[in-house]
């Protein structure tokens, strides 16, 4: 399991080629990556903020559990904070299964919990002004089904 | 005690962290005591329902207990991923 919180930028695929080399028996490699959208609005940056420690230890938590839930070998989650423009990558999980289907739930179960139980905070960055984007309630149900 | 402030929360309140002597007993407690202090924090806690807490770095309620708390942290809804 290898979880980092980083202002700095990362080459995905780079992490995605270490992370598959090296595991061992596993079929089924997933990878998601949660990129800045580049808003109609005119988004200039989007700002995240986090809880350093907390981030840290409830990402741990939420990977374990996945861990524990799937048959996983190992699992990845890289996630930046601090100020991003549109397009550039905001984060990554990646999940290793011997099957496809632990692989794929998995990273939506960790995907999942992300959004709603890890301590970030966005803030986009327009002409207009900052603005603090506001948890959606689909987010939230989300949890409902694991 | 520390408590912390993070996005819009820490914005209304105008800084990231306090350092607290309470006798709280819970974090409603606690709130009730920074709403007191200035209009800044009760605006900021004007709606807990907008708000979430955690005591030592752990997601909790309200109606927890800060019996041996170090750290309490006050935010909105988290919006990861």
């Known amino acids: ?146 | 005690m520390d408590v912390l402030y993070f996005a819009w929360v820490r914005e209304r309140i105008g800084h990231p962290k306090d350092k607290i002597d309470t006798q709280a007993a819970t974090v409603r407690e606690l709130v009730e005591e920074l709403r007191g202090r200035e209009e800044r924090y009760a605006a900021a806690f004007a709606d807990l329902e907008a708000l979430r807490v955690a005591v030592d770095q752990e997601l909790t309620d309200f109606d927890a207990p800060l019996a041996s708390a170090r750290e309490v942290a006050f935010f909105p809804p988290m919006t990861g991923g």
Do not use: C
Request: no cysteine; charged share 25%.
């Open chain 1, 1 to 146: 399991m290898d979880i980092r919180v980083q202002e700095a930028p990362f080459d995905l695929g780079a992490e995605a080629n270490i992370f598959a080399g090296r595991q061992a028996g596993m079929g089924a490699v997933v990878t998601f990556t949660g990129i800045v959208r580049d808003l109609e609005a005119g988004l200039n940056m989007m700002e995240i903020e986090h809880y350093p420690g907390m981030t840290e230890r409830a990402i741990t938590e939420i990977a374990s559990e996945a861990m524990t839930r799937w048959s996983l070998g190992d699992a990845l989650v890289i996630h930046r904070h601090g100020r991003l423009g549109p397009d550039e990558v905001i984060m990554m999980v990646a999940t290793a299964a011997r099957h496809r289907v632990d692989a794929f739930e998995a990273a939506q179960y960790l995907m999942d919990y992300l959004k709603s139980r890890a301590p970030f905070w966005k803030k986009e960055i327009t002409r207009e002004g900052g603005q603090w984007v506001a948890a959606r309630d689909e987010d939230e149900q989300a949890l409902d089904r694991w």
